[in-house]
């Protein structure tokens, strides 16, 4: 993979093109291939869980799922929209349109799973979450040691088990999120990233749907400490060599 520095600039433009590189390679960009990206319920998304907080139960966004040679891919967005296409109409989408990079991001990621160059594609589902969230704890205390962590997006399993063993800042962009504090930790407004991230943490965990919502960017100068959660980037991560940890396809 040639390298390139990742601006805000030029995030969604690399990544579009990477991704047409690599159809043109498989030669399937002309191959009248059906994505279906279709809205899924909280059930359909991460089944009956304990908690009721996940913001995919509580939030505005929602869980959007895109099928492709096969596979499925999923990204969490709060603009979903319903598609059907090919990878043609799929790379011709404007991702500066919060809809359009939807579709893309869940069309890529069932893409890449087709390929068989990416796990963990679609979420983990009913007591999945509790038990990824032990899992990236353990994994963290293997890898890093004992880091202070700046966890951006509230996942309510994630920062129980984190906050346990870490210490943890975290910050989310939902106002009714905002102010709280949950187990022990304050959640901060998204306003706070850059002060947290910069000058405190030693490890950044960052959302996968930060792909989806186009606030990625923000973190694209620190990727030597950053760790990108979650199945929404499942496929931009190899495609622009970020940093990614998720087990969902442990607990499906």
């Known amino acids: 993979?040639?390298?390139?520095?990742?601006?805000?600039?030029?995030?969604?433009?690399?990544?579009?093109?990477?991704?047409?590189?690599?159809?043109?390679?498989?030669n399937i960009m002309e191959e009248n291939v059906s994505l279906k990206t279709k809205a899924l319920s909280p059930e359909e998304a991460i089944g009956i869980t304990k908690r009721k907080d996940f913001p995919i139960i509580t939030g505005k966004d929602v869980?959007?799922?895109?099928?492709?040679?096969?596979?499925?891919?999923?990204?969490?967005t709060d603009a979903p929209v319903v598609f059907h296409g090919n990878l043609k109409e799929i790379c011709s989408l404007d991702l500066n349109d919060s809809h359009s990079r939807g579709i893309f991001i869940a069309s890529l990621n069932a893409v890449m799973k087709a390929l068989g160059k990416v796990e963990c594609t679609v979420h983990c589902r009913n007591d999945g979450p509790e038990l990824c969230a032990a899992?990236?704890?353990?994994?963290?205390?293997?890898?890093?040691?004992?880091?202070?962590?700046?966890?951006?997006?509230?996942?309510?399993a994630l920062l129980e088990h984190l906050a346990s063993a870490f210490s943890v800042r975290i910050t989310d962009m939902n106002p009714d999120n905002v102010g709280q504090t949950r187990f022990g930790v304050l959640i901060e407004s998204a306003e706070?990233?850059?002060e947290i991230t910069?000058?405190?943490a030693d490890l950044i965990l960052v959302t996968g749907s930060t792909v989806c919502n186009g606030t990625i960017t923000q973190f694209l100068d620190q990727l030597d400490r950053t760790l990108f959660y979650g199945t929404s980037l499942a496929g931009a991560a190899p495609l622009l060599g970020l940093p990614r940890l998720c087990f969902a396809d442990r607990y499906q």
């Not at 895109?66 to 969490?76: I, K, S």
């Not at 704890?137 to 997006?153: V, W």
């Open 1 to 26: 993979m040639n390298r390139i520095t990742l601006t805000e600039e030029n995030f969604y433009s690399e990544l579009k093109k990477r991704f047409m590189d690599l159809l043109t390679h498989e």
């Open 192 to 194: 706070k990233n850059r």
């Open 63 to 76: 869980m959007i799922q895109a099928e492709c040679m096969g596979a499925l891919g999923q990204a969490f």
């Open 198 to 200: 910069h000058t405190w």
């Open 135 to 156: 899992d990236v704890t353990a994994y963290l205390k293997e890898h890093y040691g004992n880091p202070r962590i700046a966890l951006i997006g509230y996942q309510p």
